[in-house]
């Protein structure tokens, strides 16, 4: 058996190829949008792609079961309660694919979504070889059940076919059973996910908070308490999954484009969305930028911040506009109209346009607040707020902050922070385009405020 898993950092997300060595028939599980890897993996292997199957429709990124079926010619399927715009091979509870001697088992296993499936991954022995468990059981945690509340589906009432799907379908596995899920530490999708990417159902018995012994209804409250707020996109790439969109063409470079034409497209709503570092950033940018790192979790952050269909400006790096806008591609931000060539010698060229931002340390902080009043913003999530923050900070969770920019004073003395200083370049940049005259963020975060504090 070829069995891989392949696990992208950015967004925490795995994905899976697996193939019979002796028929060289393959399927991919849950692949990312560019499916370059996938398919040079399965050549490599002498593999042929026949299927992609879906867990479930996903909500944190756009997957790439329209890009696989395109280059390989591939089915998808999806359990038997999903419905899409396109062709769908339903996929009974029980149903068994023969790759050869490897065997995939479908099991239904609502909770995440009511569509949720999991597959048992069988290698000719007595014993299944693993399970791969989508967003239902995840190593330490388990799928949140609360995404769908504005689809009428109440998360009691998938809290509940959660339950019945891990005891009822998982946890009778065997104890050596591996277990492969779609995420990992960092996922909105749950609230407690390891940094491990692989597990046993043992373990899990032995150490997951979510299969201990407990009631339904203890269960329940436990699994959706304390969730962090999920990015905005959340449900835009629910839907988008489910449609039949525009293929990625991921080689595709947007055009060059001079600040003249940028800040034209600019006042016509365009969104600059500038990719470098943030200390790079706070020395020279284009006014109304949003800066978004690419060294972090760019592209779930650009979903928390800029609204799905948006058209997009990227500034980068010289050499990683290709990079940048695949990596927003795979959250199905595809309205990127250009790239600004060679940005240090465009801003040295057009000072005008230019202005820096400002970041502040914690003395700086502490003085601001002794002179008057401060506007404090703590751009953390709920989980990481409820351990302290500075004194009168108004919490918004980054992946928020659009729909609470009208609950804060444009016009007050504003410092943004986060955990360490990458979010809270973010959300100031998202402020000052916002209009808000006087923004600041502080370097090194909460972190560096309380070691001041001693």
């Not at 489910?242 to 080689?251: A, I, V």
Request: glycine content about 10%; charged content about 20%.
């Amino acid at each position: 058996m070829i069995f891989e898993q392949h696990y992208l950092e950015c967004l925490s997300q795995a994905s899976y190829l697996i193939g019979d060595e002796g028929t060289g028939r393959a399927v991919v599980v849950d692949p990312r949008r560019d499916v370059a890897p996938y398919l040079e993996s399965a050549a490599e292997h002498g593999l042929t792609i026949e299927m992609v199957i879906e867990t479930h429709f996903h909500a944190d990124f756009l997957s790439g079961h329209l890009e696989l079926a395109a280059a390989t010619g591939a089915e998808i399927a999806y359990g038997s309660r999903a419905d899409a715009e396109f062709d769908i091979r339903p996929l009974a509870h029980g149903e068994r694919i023969d790759l050869g001697t490897v065997e995939l088992e479908i099991r239904h296993t609502p909770g995440h979504t009511p569509e949720s499936i999991s597959i048992v991954v069988h290698d000719g022995g007595d014993a299944p070889y693993g399970v791969l468990t989508g967003d239902t059981l995840f190593i330490g945690d388990v799928g949140r059940p609360d995404l769908l509340a504005s689809r009428g589906v109440t998360s009691d009432d998938l809290g509940s076919m959660l339950y019945d799907s891990l005891h009822e379908q998982l946890m009778t596995l065997p104890d050596a059973t591996r277990v492969f899920p779609a995420h990992g530490a960092g996922s909105a999708c749950g609230k407690n996910l390891s940094t491990e990417t692989t597990s046993t159902i043992g373990d899990q018995r032995t150490s997951n908070y979510a299969v201990a012994p407990m009631s339904r209804e203890e269960f329940v409250a436990v699994v959706t308490d304390g969730q962090s707020a999920p990015p905005a996109y959340f449900s835009f790439d629910a839907n988008l999954n489910r449609e039949n969109r525009p293929l990625l063409d991921e080689d595709l470079l947007p055009p060059a484009m001079t600040i003249d034409e940028i800040v034209r497209a600019q006042r016509q709503g365009t969104v600059v969305l500038d990719t470098r570092d943030p200390n790079e950033f706070a020395v020279g940018h284009l006014l109304g930028a949003i800066n978004i790192g690419l060294a972090g979790r760019y592209a779930e952050f650009a979903g928390g911040v800029i609204q799905p269909g948006a058209s997009i400006v990227l500034v980068t790096d010289v050499g990683m506009e290709t990079e940048a806008k695949n990596r927003l591609a795979r959250i199905g931000f595809d309205n990127v109209i250009g790239h600004l060539a060679d940005p240090l010698v465009a801003f040295m060229g057009n000072p005008d346009d230019v202005v820096g931002s400002s970041r502040l340390d914690v003395e700086a902080l502490a003085r601001a607040r002794a002179d008057g009043e401060v506007q404090l913003v703590d751009v953390r999530q709920p989980g990481e707020t409820a351990a302290g923050t500075i004194e009168g900070a108004i919490e918004i969770p980054l992946t928020r902050l659009n729909e609470r920019l009208a609950s804060l004073d444009a016009a007050k003395s504003t410092v943004v922070y986060c955990a360490g200083g990458y979010r809270s370049s973010i959300a100031a940049s998202r402020l000052v385009a916002a209009g808000f005259r006087d923004v600041s963020d502080l370097l090194g975060g909460y972190g560096a405020w309380v070691s001041a504090q001693g």
